[in-house]
């Protein structure tokens, strides 16, 4: 099955740096790769997401890049806001198949 | 977003006694339906996949038996927890699988979650 690691597992960062999350996965067949957001006792929600056939994707302040070769994808906040603290988990799946999360970070951003 | 609906919220409850939590997709039908446990500042563990109209298929380790899973319509899947214990107290949540568009790609998107706690 699908393994997916997620690093760091805890980041600090002043707010308005930037925020760089890393994820690697090892099913060359997985090819949707979904970012969440868990604020304490919610639900995560989906906040971007990319697919195998796009290289990257931005929506806002918020971008995923994906290097399918090497099998790893990124997440990255930029111009950090403490509202952004929160835990942010990706994902790795293939179509019909279950969805293979990572063991998550837990952001902090210092006012 | 797709709207996944889950009840309760939260819940206390007697040592031996049995929970039933429900997860319904309120705009979408789901056929597949995920149901994970997730301990403080842990990621999501999978425990069962739910499909409608079928037998549930459980990971590893997770009792069958325990926590019985029915996806009786394409909206509306149930987790029961049965004769529970405090080990057994945790936040449950549910997640549907919504395909978005007509080349069949998909979404996740999660319940709020059910908090358990067993006394």
């Known amino acids: 099955g699908e393994n997916v690691e997620q690093h760091p597992s805890t980041l600090s960062v002043q707010e308005g740096d930037s925020a760089v999350i890393k994820c690697t996965y090892s099913?060359?067949?997985?090819?949707?790769f979904p970012w969440y957001k868990q604020e304490l006792g919610k639900r995560p929600q989906l906040i971007i997401d990319?697919?195998?056939?796009?290289g990257e994707k931005k929506d806002q302040r918020i971008a995923v890049t994906l290097n399918k070769t090497a099998k790893h994808f990124s997440l990255h906040i930029t111009e950090t806001q403490p509202e952004d603290s929160a835990v942010y988990f990706c994902?790795?799946?293939?179509?019909?198949?279950?969805?293979?999360f990572g063991t998550g970070t837990s952001l902090t951003v210092i006012p | 977003g797709a709207v996944v609906s889950q009840h309760p919220s939260w819940v206390i409850c007697k040592s031996g006694t049995s929970v039933k939590i429900e997860c319904r997709s309120l705009?979408?039908?789901?056929?597949?339906m995920f149901w994970y446990r997730q301990f403080p500042k842990q990621s999501l563990m999978l425990m069962a996949t739910?499909?409608?109209?079928?037998?549930?298929?459980?990971e590893q380790g997770v009792e069958k038996d325990k926590f019985l899973i029915n996806h009786a319509s394409l909206t509306l899947s149930t987790l029961t927890v049965t004769s529970a214990h405090p080990e057994d107290s945790s936040f449950y949540i549910c997640?549907?699988?919504?395909?978005?568009?007509?080349?069949?790609?998909?979404?996740?998107?999660f319940g709020s979650g059910t908090q358990l706690s067993v006394l």
């Open positions: 099913d060359s067949a997985s090819n949707y």
């Open positions: 705009d979408f039908q789901a056929t597949t």
């Open positions: 994902a790795a799946s293939r179509t019909g198949n279950q969805f293979y």
């Open positions: 739910s499909n409608e109209g079928s037998k549930a298929t459980y």
């Open positions: 997640s549907a699988r919504n395909f978005w568009d007509r080349r069949g790609n998909e979404k996740l998107f």
């Open positions: 990319i697919r195998s056939n796009v």
